[in-house]
């Protein structure tokens, strides 16, 4: 089991969010594993995600998931490190590339067939599992300010706008 104590044993971290060895000097190399973006270390011959154990190199524990605030997997700074719950981690997600609006938490609503109504930017966001109503917008800049304002008040210091 690795914990805090032998992990100051090996390791001595740096601000730069990587260790060197104690034994020798030398920073400690890690790997990217094929499909993920987490930088892996070896311990005792057996793969640990690097944020974790500078996360336990700090704190002494290690909680469920630990955030990285900044959202890049790479940044491994312990001011970068923060704990979460899986609901906090998700809403820290940044918008997708895939999705069809320029904006996280506005899509467009088309009319349908029988309505005369334009077609208008909605502002949703999930909460607690529950999906919340913001509004529909005619002007996207007003959909993104008010998706911006709903992250910043109800996802607090998870909120991510991009």
């Known amino acids: ?12 971290y740096r601000d730069d969010g990587t260790f060197i060895k104690n034994k020798n000097g030398k920073i400690v190399k890690c790997s990217e594993t094929e499909g993920q973006r987490y930088l892996r270390i070896g311990i005792n011959g057996k793969p640990y995600r690097l944020h974790r154990m500078i996360y336990l190199y700090h704190h002494g524990y290690l909680p469920e ?44 609503q088309a009319p349908t067939k029988n309505s005369n109504w334009k077609r208008n930017w909605v502002v949703t966001l999930m909460l607690k599992g529950k999906r919340m109503y913001f509004g529909s917008f005619e002007d996207l800049d007003l959909a993104k300010l008010v998706a911006e304002e709903a992250r910043a008040k109800y996802h607090g210091a998870f909120a991510r706008n991009y």
């Open 1 to 12: 089991m690795i914990t805090q104590k032998l992990l100051k044993e090996l390791f001595t």
């Open 65 to 108: 998931i630990i955030d990285h605030i900044d959202g890049n997997k790479l940044n491994n700074r312990i001011d970068n490190l923060r704990p979460a719950t899986k609901q906090q981690n998700c809403l820290n997600r940044k918008h997708k590339s895939t999705s069809k609006s320029p904006y996280k938490n506005v899509y467009l």
